[in-house]
């Protein structure tokens, strides 16, 4: 592995053995990190927001953390501990990178957050497998330091979960591309140097062979972002108008027709992200705490659903690790990523609907009394994640025609 050196706690320059990582990880956590507080207590204002209600330099300053934390993982040989050498990575194995994860989340770290997990796991992994040469050596190692960042410019107001309905175009001009139309629902693309944009590039072939693939620079003159006030308040989303922004042919992400290839790539990369890594709500340790500080543990209910939140937190995680040695192996998303989205969300539900019964009336108004009223914010927040990224049905059609071989439904 590569890593950076004179980094205090970085790893040696060699495959080393689990337990000997193990031991490297926890040393240079213990020096950059506090360890977060075990057993029964909760901070005195907890967070289990799914999505965020920040002003706008809020969220600045969180991405801002966010991205400091990745930089400072990468350079000590724990931020791409998968990835090769040549792109900054410690080149060791999914089994490593497991041991990390697992321990980096008994310390308290900056907030995580979506702009900076698309631009990691979702379009960094895209480039890398479809980019050109000059496309990786361009993107890869700069988004997966979070040097610069990455939106989606997938979803459309007209096309609603059919991807391949949309109707942004892109017109070749000689050289390179013309662009006009509109996307929505673009998570941090105010903050965002790039955008990955799918866009229709012939219309007279089937309408999934007619869309290509492009990198566009969020400051192109063209460009005009809108964020979407939320009724929760915040601004996660975005509306993108793009008019006749001019891109080089240089940024084409594949061959002509190849985005809903491109697409297909990048949303497995994101429904197998959505299924474990994604640090969102509350989870199955913040619910035994709940229910222990309301003294309902010997409810065999409350048993049941405690237990049930678990084993499928669990059967989350272990198919992000089936899935993520595969991918170190040379596969690309499949249905894996489909069937680990819907256990994950469902599980968030899951969880909401049992801190819900918990708590009962304690959940509708903020009466002051700590770790109450903020799983208000998971209970709401829950159902959007199974929208994001391909709702349930869209999952369901995935796994039964694409996995399963099953007849298509009728459209």
Sequence with gaps: MTPNPGASGSVDAQVIDVDAFSEKCVAWLDEHLDRRETGPA????????????????EERALIDAARDWQRKRVDAGFGAITWGSEWGGAGLTASHE?????????YT??????TVLVTVELVAPTLHALGTEEQRQRFVRPFLRTDELCCQLFSEPGAGSDLAGLS???????DGWR?????????????????LLIARTDTTVAKHRGMTAFMVPMDAPGVDVRPIRQSSGGSTFNEVFLTDVEIPDSLRI????????????????ERNSSAGIVSAGGN?????????SLGITDDPLVRQQLADAAIYERASALMVARYAEREQSGAVPGVEGSIGKLVWTQNLKRIGDAAASFLGPKILADTGEPNTFAWTEHLLGAPGYRIAGGSDEIQRNIIGERGLGLPREPR
């Design 284 to 292: 199955s340790a913040d619910l035994v705490r709940l229910a222990k």
């Design 179 to 195: 662009i006009n139309g509109q996307k929505v629902w673009s998570s941090g693309a105010q903050f965002s140097e790039w955008g």
């Design 168 to 174: 942004t175009k892109a017109a070749a001009t000689g």
């Design 98 to 106: 497991r041991v990390y994860v697992g321990l980096e989340r008994q």
């Design 109 to 114: 770290t900056p907030d995580r957050h979506e």
């Design 254 to 269: 594949g061959a002509e027709g190849d985005g809903w290839k491109v697409a297909l790539t990048t949303l497995g990369f």
């Design 42 to 57: 909760v901070a005195a204002d907890p967070n289990y927001a799914i999505f965020h209600n920040h002003t706008h330099d």
